[in-house]
């Protein structure tokens, strides 16, 4: 059973620091991994994507790397500001039996950006 | 274009009391997601529905949950008798298809108090 871990589970940094959220999981037989956003009150929304072949995605101030065969991933976040608060999810896509694509989600990390 | 809709946002009900919940998907979505979300975790999948079919209902907890999506659009996620455990957000997501790249968009989930 894929099991995904995301440290630290909660972060406050300053306005324009450059951070790192981490993700590790324990099955590396996986066809993609995602980041999502989840701010209070909302859904999730993803931010990038990185299929098992790729070792990173970028979109904007966002870069996200990829370790298949260490089970890990960062997600990088350059020059933070206050409307980066929000909570982080990683999301493993792979087989849960059969030809059925599932995502585990880890329990999030909460950002908290200071102005 | 708009968003996955999902109603009510809020319920509060007594616990043996039956509850529903709503959600309309993206247009031209043709797969469909139910998941649960409790306080600190990340979302589980409850059911994926293929149109009109659900195609994975493994982690349904047939004995109190049932779901239907008449006609491969909306979809209605039911708990009857409800328990002091279902309190939770429940999410509903939906993508063009169920391929790994596809990317899952979420609605922003109805949160559910049993008491």
């Known amino acids: 059973k894929q099991e995904v871990t995301q440290i630290p589970a909660a972060l406050s940094v300053p306005e324009g620091e450059n951070l790192v959220l981490n993700c590790s999981f324990t099955?590396?037989?996986?066809?993609?991994l995602q980041w999502f956003r989840q701010d209070p009150g909302k859904g999730l929304t993803s931010l990038l994507l990185?299929?098992?072949?790729?070792r990173e995605q970028t979109s904007g101030r966002l870069n996200a790397s990829l370790d298949k065969s260490s089970g890990r991933s960062t997600l990088y976040i350059a020059a933070s500001q206050p409307g980066d608060s929000a909570t982080y999810l990683c999301?493993?896509?792979?087989?849960?039996?059969?030809?059925?694509?599932?995502?585990?989600f880890g329990k999030g990390t909460l950002l908290t950006v200071n102005p | 274009e708009a968003g996955v809709v999902q109603s009510p946002r809020y319920k509060i009900i007594e616990k043996k009391q039956p509850v529903a919940f709503w959600c309309n998907p993206i247009?031209?979505?043709?797969?469909l997601y139910w998941y649960r979300q409790n306080l600190g975790q990340g979302p589980e999948l409850l059911i994926r529905?293929?149109?009109?079919?659900?195609?994975?209902d493994s982690q349904l907890p047939k004995d109190r949950f049932s779901a239907e999506r008449l006609k491969g659009v909306d979809s209605t996620l039911k708990i009857q008798p409800a328990e002091l455990g279902d309190s939770a957000v429940y999410l509903c997501?939906?993508?063009?298809?169920?391929?790994?790249?596809?990317?899952?968009?979420f609605g922003p989930g109805t949160r559910l108090t049993v008491l």
């Open positions: 529905y293929e149109n009109e079919e659900a195609v994975d």
């Open positions: 999301a493993v896509g792979g087989n849960s039996g059969g030809s059925n694509y599932k995502l585990t």
């Open positions: 099955d590396s037989a996986i066809y993609n």
């Open positions: 247009s031209g979505h043709n797969t």
């Open positions: 997501a939906s993508s063009l298809g169920h391929r790994g790249w596809d990317t899952q968009y």
């Open positions: 990185i299929q098992s072949s790729q």
